[in-house]
């Protein structure tokens, strides 16, 4: 497959988020696409191997451009955005200052566009077992704007942390297991707990 767009987006540089914006021109109505989105410079930790894919999408709009659909991926700046089509993950990185290549490919039956997404998605599970990174942040729950203003209990953070994790169930165990033991419980198991 040969890209028909294949190009490198950064905030702050020539090619940017305006880039994607303009891109309604060179995709029109009815081109049926499927687009890579990849870390240029860095790499993704996933579980059998590191890979630079961050998200894989299909796209093809009969009213209107196809190409619309790249001005939704990033929102319009850092803490703002409302669009659903937004990819929040995506928008994060770019955001940041990362270096995003953007491969576009045009197929050429639309009835093959979402089996290639499918089959390109599943490669990169084999691959690097697991999906990419930004697939599945987009939609009503991760919109910019609401995700910024978003207040989290700093308990609720503290569990994404494995001391946090392991001091709470320290915690539990020591409210639950006396009384659930009452009198199994030695000294040495008591010590072990705190």
Not at 110 to 137: D, M
Request: a positive charge; aromatic letters at 12%; one cysteine or more.
């Amino acid at each position: 497959m040969t890209p028909y767009i294949d190009t490198h987006i950064q905030k702050d540089t020539p090619i940017n988020r305006q880039f994607l914006l303009d891109m309604d021109k060179k995709l029109g109505p009815d081109v049926s696409i499927v687009y890579i989105y990849a870390l240029a410079d860095e790499r993704v930790n996933y579980p059998d191997k590191p890979g630079h894919v961050i998200y894989i999408g299909e796209a093809c709009r009969s009213s209107g451009a196809t190409g619309k659909r790249f001005a939704q991926h990033i929102s319009t700046s850092e803490t703002q955005g409302g669009d659903t089509g937004t990819i929040y993950s995506l928008s994060r990185y770019y955001w940041r200052g990362k270096k995003i290549r953007l491969q576009v490919f045009i197929v050429d039956n639309p009835c093959n566009r979402e089996p290639l997404e499918r089959e390109l998605l599943c490669a990169h599970v084999k691959k690097f077992g697991a999906l990419p990174i930004c697939q599945g942040t987009t939609g009503k729950n991760y919109g910019t704007t609401a995700l910024s203003n978003l207040k989290i209990p700093q308990e609720r953070i503290a569990l994404f942390f494995p001391t946090a994790i392991q001091l709470s169930f320290r915690l539990v165990l020591l409210k639950i297991l006396p009384d659930f033991f009452s009198g199994f419980c030695t000294n040495s198991f008591a010590k072990f707990l705190r």
